[in-house]
Structure formats: structure tokens, C-alpha cells
């Protein structure tokens, strides 16, 4: 069974901080998911990555398989950054499949 | 954008009964996906199905539990006899492949059981 825990649970910045959110797991994978859910409870794919460093706008991903860690970062948050960030790792062959949801971070970012 | 639209938004049933909650995933999309969400807690995977079949499932989709895609849009998650303990936001999710292509998430039903 994988084990994943993110830190830190909860995390208030002012606007404009860089923001760090970190998954480690306890079993080897073959992909990681960094979803986003919204107050609402609606859940976003943000990023799926099994090596290296992704890039999608001011959210940055990166993962390191030896060391059974993933980082998202936030550069120059903003107030509708806020929400619970979720990473979801997945043992499967199918990237897609059988994920292992963490407890996720809540974000609030103050204006 | 296409989406993946969830009906209905919020079930109530009692102890016992059926339910079924309807999904239409995005149409080019090939794998279809059922997470659950019991209040407070994790998301939890339920099941993955493709072509017409389950590809791979957790222990918590146990017999109570189907899936089916009855056409050529609809996915379907039918719980036979809810019990309390299945109250909880039901996700549906599609992808174009199962690897390396992303997650789109419907906006979820809350399913109350009473």
C-alpha cells in the first residue's frame, strides 16, 4: 500500500510569495498527479509527471523517483490560487490508473 | 472547452435503495474513471473501465457496485443497496489515453444516504 504524505497541511501566504508544496511517497510509481480542488469540491488536473520538471504557467512540478518525492511551486501566488492541492501518485503500468490520493494541502493566499 | 458533466449534482436516498449516477465523459475520451469523496476525507479510486470493461478496481468497489457505459456517451456508477457509510462526492473523470494524458474531473454528485 503507498503511503503519501504532503506537507504542509495548511499554508497562508500574502500575495506574491513563492509557494511550496511537497508529496512524499512510500512505494516506487510510474507517474504522479498534482490535482487542485476548488471550494466548490470541482477537481482540476494540473500536472502528470513520472520524471524531471513540468511547467505550466506560474505552477512548476517536479518529481524524483529515487527519492520518492514531488514538489509543486507557485511563483507570485494570487488569491484565486487558493484551494487544496492534491498529489495522487499511481503504481499502475496506465499513468491514469489505481491513484493513491494524498491528504492535500490547503493553500490560502491573503491579498 | 469540452467537459465532463455530472448529473445529478446532489442525490438523496434512503438506506437500501438503488441509485445510479450518470456521467458523460468527453467524447474523444477512451478510459473512464469513478473516485469518491467521503466529507473530510481523501479522494479514494474506485474504478477504471475501457473498451467495455473494467481495467482495474480498488477494494472499496466491492459487488454493491457497478459500472456500465449503456451508449455511446453515458457512463454509469450504480450502487445495488446504499448503506450510510456510501454517502460521499462521486467523482467521474476521462482521459484520451491511460498514460500520459491528462485527468479531466466532473464537478461531482454528493450522494446523501438517510
Known amino acids: 500500500k503507498n503511503e503519501v504524505e504532503q506537507s504542509p497541511q495548511n499554508l497562508t501566504a500574502q500575495e506574491g510569495e513563492f509557494i511550496t508544496i511537497n508529496c512524499s511517497y512510500s512505494v516506487g510509481i510510474s507517474a504522479l498527479h498534482w490535482l487542485q480542488q476548488h471550494p466548490g469540491g470541482g477537481i482540476v488536473s494540473l500536472f502528470m509527471l513520472s520524471s524531471g520538471k513540468k511547467k505550466h504557467g506560474r505552477l512548476i512540478a517536479t518529481i524524483n523517483i529515487q527519492e520518492k518525492h514531488s514538489s509543486l511551486h507557485i511563483t507570485a501566488s494570487h488569491p484565486r490560487d487558493s484551494a487544496v492541492y492534491i498529489c495522487?501518485?499511481?503504481?499502475?503500468?496506465?499513468?491514469?490508473?489505481?491513484?493513491?490520493f494524498g491528504t492535500g494541502t490547503r493553500l490560502t493566499i491573503i491579498p | 472547452e469540452p467537459e465532463v458533466t455530472q448529473t445529478p449534482s446532489h442525490q438523496v436516498t434512503q438506506m437500501g435503495q438503488e441509485v445510479i449516477l450518470r456521467c458523460v465523459p468527453i467524447?474523444?475520451?477512451?478510459?473512464f474513471y469513478w473516485y469518491r469523496q467521503i466529507l473530510g476525507q481523501k479522494v479514494e479510486f474506485l474504478v477504471s473501465?475501457?473498451?467495455?470493461?473494467?481495467?482495474?478496481k480498488s477494494e472499496i468497489f466491492d459487488d454493491q457496485f457497478s459500472v456500465e457505459r449503456p451508449d455511446g456517451s453515458n457512463f454509469t456508477l450504480k450502487i445495488r443497496s446504499t448503506k450510510l457509510e456510501d454517502s460521499a462526492m462521486y467523482f467521474c473523470?476521462?482521459?484520451?489515453?491511460?498514460?500520459?494524458?491528462?485527468?479531466?474531473f466532473g464537478n461531482g454528485t454528493r450522494l446523501t444516504v438517510t
Open positions: 467524447s474523444n475520451h477512451l478510459y
Open positions: 473501465f475501457y473498451n467495455n470493461e473494467i481495467s482495474e
Open positions: 473523470a476521462s482521459s484520451v489515453y491511460a498514460t500520459n494524458s491528462p485527468l479531466h
Open positions: 495522487a501518485p499511481t503504481q499502475s503500468n496506465f499513468g491514469n490508473e489505481k491513484l493513491t
